[in-house]
């Protein structure tokens, strides 16, 4: 299975001064424990996008340079694939009406083509896996953890 990590997922498993550190890392630490053939996934996207949140007004890293290190490191450190973007516009998911749904929709559908599922923090994006805040990860179908939103 295919897990495309939300920018947000990002952050919280990178850096333990994140409020939901302990969420994502648990999380990360179940899938990856009962399901050797799960495949962390980001994509220029979601890299770009924790690179500007951790260096800007998140504060978590001192800059450029730094975000993309973290990066890499939290990288090496679990089973990670680098999802090739080619997707335009006019695929976003038919609920996307408001322009803040418009990545979360376009992440939606990159990981659908990849047969894969969209793993967030954030509450109602459709179709996507939202990590559960219990500290318990429970196997509940298939290779699927959490909930779906």
Same mark, same amino acid.
């Given at each position: 299975?295919?897990?495309?990590?939300?920018?947000?997922?990002?952050?919280?498993?990178?850096?333990?001064?994140?409020?939901?550190?302990?969420?994502?890392?648990?999380?990360?630490?179940?899938?990856?424990?009962?399901?050797?053939?799960?495949? =962390? !996934? #980001?994509?220029?996207?979601?890299? *770009?996008?924790?690179?500007?949140?951790?260096?800007? @007004? &998140?504060? %978590?890293?001192?800059?450029?340079?730094?975000?993309?290190?973290?990066?890499?490191?939290?990288?090496?450190?679990?089973?990670?694939?680098?999802?090739?973007?080619?997707?335009?516009?006019?695929?976003?998911?038919?609920?996307?009406?408001?322009?803040?749904?418009?990545?979360?929709?376009?992440?939606?559908? =990159? !990981? #659908?083509?990849?047969?894969?599922? *969209?793993?967030?923090?954030?509450?109602?994006?459709? @179709? &996507?896996? %939202?990590?559960?805040?219990?500290?318990?990860?429970?196997?509940?179908?298939?290779?699927?953890?959490?909930?779906?939103?």
């Amino acid at each position: 299975m295919i897990y495309l990590l939300d920018v947000n997922v990002l952050l919280a498993a990178s850096y333990t001064s994140h409020y939901l550190h302990e969420r994502a890392d648990g999380w990360l630490k179940s899938v990856t424990e009962a399901d050797t053939c799960a495949r =962390l !996934a #980001t994509c220029s996207v979601t890299e *770009l996008g924790f690179v500007r949140i951790a260096c800007g @007004g &998140a504060n %978590l890293a001192r800059g450029v340079s730094f975000a993309q290190r973290d990066l890499i490191h939290l990288k090496a450190q679990k089973p990670f694939i680098f999802l090739d973007d080619s997707l335009d516009a006019n695929l976003l998911p038919p609920w996307v009406e408001r322009s803040k749904q418009v990545t979360d929709g376009h992440l939606l559908q =990159l !990981a #659908t083509t990849y047969s894969g599922t *969209l793993v967030t923090l954030d509450e109602g994006i459709p @179709g &996507a896996l %939202l990590i559960p805040k219990d500290s318990l990860f429970v196997k509940e179908s298939g290779t699927q953890y959490g909930v779906a939103a």
